[in-house]
């Protein structure tokens, strides 16, 4: 059959962007090669709804081996006890966790979007905040979590599950006070680590897994793998809080999961996905990994020093992880103006809400930074100092179209030290 070129050449096309381009999106990253291809081959073809063993199609037995294979090297990267590997994606598996733990209407306690947390802890906008309760904790004026008010919220409305985990926040978590929060309410703890899992399999921040019941997230970002959710424990427990499952029986919290999963919120699971989840996930077991999480939190500090050696305001005046909030109203520019011109000359990163933000989400005066993708793409503390003379050099000019012109052309020439799949040609 002929390959479809329309299709194939605008793939291509995205390829060079990438290639061409300096990726600072937090939440981006690119996979190995053999990430890439997993995704691409004939477990696509297969259902296989169910888990391992206990499906209810014929012909699973080798999707079984590939899904328990990734349940077995994701167990062991954060020493979990049990592990489910088919949530399509980071807002599912959240999801899941809230058809397991939730009735409609409960209520639930986790950081403000505005403030650096996720739409799926309970924004408005979105099914956790339609169909629960949403109570929500933000950061104090220096920009840390704000765990007295985390506190007082939670005394006084008895949330069932307290959220924490965020999509814009630059420090580590106190995951053990968060814990005594929710036991003196006696609240499930769920901790949604899609940004830093990375760094948190390669021991690298404060472990959530001693402190909180159920653990999320995404496996694109920081753990480096494809586009995906999975959902852990790292100790099984029958749940305290007489949780039933359909039928009405009382179940182990993991046998609660795997019912939200598959059929609670899911299908058929992408088995070609899970397949790719597993080669990432067998990458994260190396050395190589440890030392690449090692050099993300090198360049995260390279780069916010260079960003205040010009005077941009930090949120929280650093970075503990992968990622910098930075305040753009000192600059005199908007989150939206910096990202579109930053678009221009192929750097690219998202306005963001800074916290107790004057303007809407849609303008926002800040943005987002963030080193995953550039650290795997080879680039160590002393390109940091050239990003962000590159970005400060668009952000003083943003209205000179041959500013911006200039630095795309040195963005490419300066992304050519860093190749990305020479493999592809
Ligand atoms: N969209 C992700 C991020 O950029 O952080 C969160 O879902």
Redesign the pocket.
Known sequence: MQKDKQVFDLIDKELERQRNGIEL????NFTSLQVMQAMGTAPTNKYAEGYPGKRYYGGCEVVDEIETLAIERLKKIFRAQWANVQPHS??QANGAVFLAVMKPGEKILGLDLSMGG???HGSPANFSGKTYEAFHYGVTRDGIVDYEQMETVALREKPKMIICGA??YSRDWDYQRIRSIADAIGAVVLADI??PAGLIASGLLNDPFDHCHIVTS?TH?TLRGPRGGIIMLRHDFENPWGIKDPKGNLRMMSQLLDLAVFPGTQGGPLEHVIAAKAVAFGEILTEDFKAYGQQVIRNAQAMAAAFVSRGYHLISEGTDNHLMLIDLRNKNLTGKKAQETLDKAHITL?KNAVPFDDKSPFVTSGI?VGVPAITTRGMKEKDMETVVALIDRVLMQADDEKTISEVRTEVSAFMQQFPLYPELG
């Open positions: 999106i937090a939440s981006e980071g807002a996720h739409l799926t999509s814009a899609a940004h995404t970002k998202n987002r």
